[in-house]
Every structure is written in structure tokens, then in C-alpha cells.
């Protein structure tokens, strides 16, 4: 029995990294599972991997006992440009929609407008100067 369950749970460990990641032709990954806690990770709201934000990721790597700031690692310089430039495209999306939304309420008044004009110059019926409507009297000869 104990075989068999073995056998199975080596049958599905193969079939879930067959699905998840690169496997070589013995069926076996050399690979890192990056998921691997993922789940809890995002239900205890830290990044899905670990790495992409955090203290261990944010903060430099060190400090100086009289309070100097320490300097910047490259890979914290690279997710500030990046956090910056995603903040700017951010802010050219958000532009955008707000003109689309101006331009769709502009339209709506022109449509608007057009429309009472156009209603108010159509026709109108003869009026005497008491405002009472005048009927033309067909001529009968």
C-alpha cells in the first residue's frame, strides 16, 4: 500500500511540473520552484516571489554606526527607475482617459446643442398679433 501511494504521489508530483515548468527527459526538474509558498505569500500580502518588494528588497544592505545613509545598491537603483517610469506612464494613461472623457461629454453637448437647434429653427406656424394661430381659408371661387 505504501507503493502505491508513493507511486502516485511521484505520478503527481511529475504531472505538476510538467505543467508548471521545464522538465528534462527523466522527468525530473534541476530547476527551483519559484511558487513554492506563493500562495500564502499573496494572502499575507508580501509579493508572489519574495523579490519583487519587501525589507529584504527595499532597504539598503547595510549602515554606518554614525547614521550615514548607506549608498544604493544597483538593483534598488534599477526598481526606483522603474517604479518612476511606470509611475509616469501611469500618469500619461490616466491623462488620456480623462481627455476621452472630456471629448465624449463635449460630443454630448454638440449632439444636444444641434439637436434644440435644429428643432427651433424648423417651421414655425403663422401667429396674428394676439398670438392665436392663423388658418389660411382656402379660396373657393
Request: charged share 35%.
Amino acid at each position: 500500500m505504501a507503493a502505491v501511494m508513493s507511486a502516485k504521489r511521484g505520478l503527481l508530483l511529475c504531472e505538476v511540473l510538467q505543467r508548471h515548468h521545464r522538465i528534462f527527459r527523466q522527468g525530473f526538474s534541476v530547476t527551483a520552484v519559484p511558487w513554492v509558498g506563493q500562495k500564502w505569500r499573496v494572502s499575507q500580502g508580501m509579493s508572489g516571489d519574495g523579490n519583487r518588494y519587501g525589507p529584504l528588497t527595499d532597504l539598503p544592505d547595510f549602515s554606518y554606526l554614525d547614521g550615514r545613509p548607506a549608498p544604493l545598491a544597483k538593483g534598488q537603483i534599477r526598481r526606483e527607475k522603474e517604479k518612476l517610469e511606470t509611475a509616469a506612464h501611469v500618469m500619461k494613461l490616466i491623462e488620456e482617459v480623462d481627455f476621452a472623457k472630456a471629448r465624449h461629454e463635449k460630443k454630448l453637448k454638440d449632439k444636444e446643442r444641434d439637436k434644440t437647434k435644429m428643432i427651433e429653427s424648423r417651421l414655425k406656424a403663422k401667429v396674428d398679433e394676439f398670438g392665436k394661430a392663423v388658418t389660411s381659408k382656402p379660396d373657393h371661387k
